[in-house]
């Protein structure tokens, strides 16, 4: 009798730690499937570093619409939260490929720029220029380079970042398209 309970037993704990088992397996894998829907949901996208503005003024021309540069540096947190929190999100949007040209630019970088006239210039002596005394910041412009709002300097507030950047790029979408009627 007591060899029939423990057979009983045994086959008991066997089918549990098997159910057991395949119930891991079932979460570990709808785990995968859900990582998968994931990554294809939020595209990966790379901010565009302002190498040619002259270009990149030119398309703004072309299609009314301001250039937002994003004035960053190395190590800088607050600019990784601008980026990746603000910036990225409007570049996965479609509907935004016809309201901003979005550029990045490293004023701790080495690398040089081709201004809006076409001149290249050392991007130290571009951002003194935008008068850039802290990061990040960002400014929109027209196609000429001139700034069409004012600039959004860190990040005063987190809740409102995303509605002042929108904001600001809407009206100077606006301005731009209304100096173009005249």
């Not at 159910?19 to 595209?43: M, T």
């Not at 999100?89 to 040209?101: A, W």
């Not at 027209?142 to 700034?147: E, N, Q």
């Not at 790029?169 to 398209?177: F, K």
């Amino acid at each position: 009798m007591f060899s029939q309970a423990s057979t009983k037993l045994k086959s008991s704990l066997w089918l549990i730690a098997v159910a057991i088992l395949s119930f891991s397996l079932v979460i570990e894998g709808s785990a995968k499937d859900l990582s998968k829907q994931a990554n294809k949901r939020v595209p990966d996208v790379t901010l565009k570093k302002a190498t040619n503005l002259a270009s990149d003024a030119h398309d703004a021309s072309e299609k009314q619409i301001p250039v937002l540069m994003f004035f960053s540096m190395n190590h800088c947190p607050y600019c990784i939260e601008v980026e990746e929190d603000y910036l990225k999100p409007m570049l996965r949007n479609t509907e935004y490929d016809d309201k901003v040209i979005i550029r990045k630019i490293k004023i701790d970088g080495t690398d040089d720029i081709r201004d809006f006239t076409g001149k290249e210039r050392d991007v130290e002596e571009f951002s003194d220029e935008y008068n850039i005394s802290i990061v990040p910041t960002v400014i929109l412009v027209d196609s000429k380079g001139k700034k069409i709002a004012p600039p959004i300097k860190g990040i005063t507030n987190s809740h409102y970042y995303s509605y002042n950047l929108d904001k600001a790029i809407d009206q100077s979408t606006q301005r731009i398209r209304t100096l173009a009627r005249r």
